[in-house]
């Protein structure tokens, strides 16, 4: 992910994502079931994928969220977005999905998609919020419990 930079926003940190992460984000999963739930070596393995973009957020030095997405060509989608929840609501995703946008944009995506479970309505009002429309909807993508993805799009700017 080449430099990594250390972003300073509402009073916390947002730096690139290290292997050494991958426990905290397990963590915070178990705390938001309407994330994707990946196994730590999962979130391990995931930094040396093509095209990976993966930030943390650390308030006082502890990981208090994450966001993972990709990139292929000039198409991008974020993967996994969450925040622990005692920091909910204090804007450090829209943070976090600032950063992976402005990181999409310096390297050249036009457009950026994600699915959101059809039954998060926050969720899908905070992609709302920050300039994402509904495009699609994909039937029994979600297991346990079976649902409905919404496909939620966002085209960049030039």
């Given at each position: 992910m080449g430099a990594e930079p250390k972003r300073e926003q509402v009073g916390a940190a947002i730096r690139a994502f290290r292997a050494k992460d991958?426990?905290?984000?397990?963590?915070?999963?178990?705390?938001?079931?309407e994330a994707a739930n990946w196994t730590q070596a999962s979130y391990r393995e995931w930094?040396?994928?093509?095209?990976?973009?993966?930030?943390?957020?650390?308030?006082?030095?502890?990981?208090?969220?994450?966001?993972?997405?990709?990139?292929?060509?000039?198409?991008a989608e974020v993967l996994n977005l969450a925040v622990a929840s005692l920091v909910r609501r204090k804007g450090q995703a829209g943070?976090?999905?600032k950063a992976a946008l402005e990181e999409f944009r310096t390297?050249?995506?036009?457009?950026?998609?994600?699915?959101?479970?059809?039954?998060?309505?926050a969720a899908r009002a905070f992609y709302s919020k920050h300039s994402f429309s509904q495009t699609g909807?994909?039937?029994n993508y979600y297991r346990?419990?079976?649902e409905a993805a919404i496909v939620m799009e966002m085209k960049l700017a030039g």
């Open positions: 991958a426990a905290a984000l397990t963590s915070i999963l178990r705390d938001a079931p930094m040396n994928s093509p095209g990976a973009v993966a930030f943390v957020i650390e308030t006082d030095g502890r990981v208090t969220g994450f966001i993972i997405a990709r990139q292929v060509v000039d198409e943070a976090l999905l390297r050249g995506a036009r457009r950026v998609y994600l699915e959101v479970r059809e039954s998060n309505v909807k994909r039937l346990k419990p079976e």
